[in-house]
């Protein structure tokens, strides 16, 4: 397929000091999980495989909303098992933070130690899959930043709404936010969920 049928273009480039990947929009229809399925297609044909590295898989993983969906469902009882088995809830003064839940020696609990991988690697979240080992663009790293956060403040927003956060301080801080709300990576529009300068940047 040639790249202007693409929704994104994703690509290396040239740069003063080598090399650095980066990402276009060419559709304003474009979702978060073309976004991804492009990166994942990117990797396979432009990155070496992870295989025998394991080393981004013993940091913090924060968890956005579509992620806990993946893992968790929408069901309050089934979101509320994730959270106590899977993951860990963080709290610094009123700000919240949701991550996978990792071992005693810092690995992730999705994490094969023997082999070296993932355990679930088609279905890990938002943070993981738009990991990159290569240098980035500017506006190639901002486009993950600003998703991987306002993916994290729409979970806690879900959280609280689902009364499975009890913070009358903190939960002033959160909203549920429709742009997110119930809804799956592939229902997500860039444009929609990036603030004006980080979309018209990726122009
Ligand atoms: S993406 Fe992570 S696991 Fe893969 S090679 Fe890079 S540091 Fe290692
Ligand atoms: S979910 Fe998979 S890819 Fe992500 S940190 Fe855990 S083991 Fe690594």
Redesign the pocket.
């Known amino acids: 397929m040639e790249d202007k049928k693409l929704p994104l273009k994703i690509e290396l480039l040239a740069m003063a000091d080598g090399f650095a990947y980066d990402v276009a929009i060419l559709d304003e229809n474009a979702t978060v999980g073309q976004y991804i399925g492009l990166l994942d297609a990117f990797l396979e044909e432009k990155v070496?495989p992870?295989i025998g590295?394991?080393?981004?898989?013993k940091q913090r993983i924060p968890l956005t909303l579509p992620d806990l969906y993946a893992y968790a469902g929408g069901k309050r009882e089934d979101i509320e098992a994730f959270l106590k088995e899977k993951a860990v809830i963080r709290k610094s003064g009123v700000v919240y933070d949701i991550q996978l839940a990792q071992r005693d020696d810092g690995s992730c609990i999705y994490l094969d130690r023997q082999n070296q991988c993932c355990l679930d690697h088609g279905h890990r979240s938002l943070v993981c899959h738009t990991?990159?080992?290569l240098p980035q663009t500017k506006r190639a790293r901002d486009l993950r930043e600003e998703l991987i956060n306002n993916g994290e403040d729409a979970l806690i927003g879900a959280i609280f709404a689902l009364q499975l956060l009890e913070d009358p301080q903190g939960s002033k801080n959160y909203r549920v936010n429709p742009l997110w709300q119930g809804k799956s990576f592939a229902e997500i529009k860039l444009k929609e969920v990036l603030s004006p300068s980080v979309y018209e940047a990726l122009l």
Do not use: E
């Not at 590295?53 to 898989?57: F, I, K």
């Open positions: 070496a992870c590295c394991d080393l981004c898989c990991y990159v080992c």
